[in-house]
């Protein structure tokens, strides 16, 4: 399977269970909460659809553009989704601080990628001239 194709399966796939989450948090969760942990589960949903979106631009660009450093973004923006995401619901629903260092490596993660993405697209800019 090309890269292209597994981003954007990745892709639907992380906006799938971001609107999910969404719901959980608003219906489910909405009164076993406090508002410090609400808040958490509120920044990973919008972080993972913000980036599940960024995916979805990058399997239609990867068609357009085929890139190393645009697969390599993709890979650090779904591990940055998994680690940022993925430690703040874990946090908010038990409060574990054991988990609270990997929510700045995912972020760093997803800097990370969106940095990678730049280059490509400036590389991209260089060969067209």
Known sequence: MTHYRTFLIAA???MLSGVAAGAFGAHALAHRL???QTSMWQTAVLYQLVHGLG???LASLAIRLPSSLLSLAANLMLTGIILFS???YALSLSGSKWLGPLTPIGGLCL???WAF???AGYRAKRQEE
Do not use: Y
Request: proline content about 0%; cysteine-free; hydrophobic content about 70%.
């Open 34 to 36: 406090a508002a410090a």
């Open 12 to 14: 639907a796939l992380i």
């Open 86 to 88: 993925g430690s703040l």
């Open 117 to 119: 993405v730049a280059i």
């Open 55 to 57: 995916l979805v631009g």
């Open 111 to 113: 800097i990370s990628s």
